[in-house]
């Protein structure tokens, strides 16, 4: 078992999110928006946003995965869920848990542009720096990272720890390091 490290507790996470939807209440005022969370990694933040947002909203969900079971990507994205709306002409704000090697970011910007919508944003919660391959534009990020396994407030490894309402950092022994 990996040992486990706070980086974010759930207080500044709070304050982080608050924050988020502060800039994001300013720029859409007046405006329609359509909050796209990605699950499953996005399912806590999405809910947390929206909940701090005072804008005319809808809310969907897409799915794609790109990890197998461990921390590394397999590079390859497969499409879970897709939207249950239209989003032709509306203005589209995409939520995401982590961003790292951006490659997800790109497959889903490509995907969802192709539908012509009015706009579309990306808020991140984490920008995770050390492994990225692609160059992403990231318009509300929540916290920069540069590296390490980051689980917790809807983050998993393996399917666990999404439940816990802080960032943990999964720290491996020296031992495991060698596996
Ligand atoms: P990317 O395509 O490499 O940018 O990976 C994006 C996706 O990989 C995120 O939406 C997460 O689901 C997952 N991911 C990347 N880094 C972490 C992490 O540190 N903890 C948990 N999931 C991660
Ligand atoms: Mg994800």
């Not at 947002?53 to 897709?82: P, W």
């Not at 009015?118 to 916290?143: M, N, P, Q, T």
Request: net charge neutral; proline share 2%; with cysteine.
């Amino acid at each position: 078992m990996p040992a486990e490290k706070t980086v974010f507790s759930s207080q500044q996470i709070a304050t982080r999110v608050a924050e988020l939807a502060h800039r994001i209440n300013g720029d859409y005022a007046g405006r329609k928006l359509l909050v796209v969370g990605v699950l499953t990694g996005a399912f806590i933040f999405t809910a947390d946003l929206v909940r701090a947002l005072d804008l005319d909203l809808a809310v969907d969900f897409i799915q794609v995965s790109s990890y197998g079971r461990g921390t590394s990507s397999s590079g390859e994205i497969t499409l879970g869920k897709d939207l249950d709306y239209e989003i032709c002409n509306r203005e589209v704000l995409l939520v995401e848990d982590i961003i790292d090697t951006g490659r997800t970011l790109t497959w889903l910007r490509h995907h969802l542009f192709a539908r012509r919508p009015a706009s579309f944003k990306v808020c991140a919660l984490l920008d995770k720096r050390e492994r990225r391959e692609v160059e992403v534009e990231i318009d509300y990020a929540g916290f920069r990272v540069e590296r390490g396994f980051l689980v917790g407030y809807g983050l998993d490894y393996a399917g666990r720890y999404r439940q816990r309402p802080e960032i943990l950092e999964l720290v491996r022994t020296t031992r495991q390091t060698q596996e």
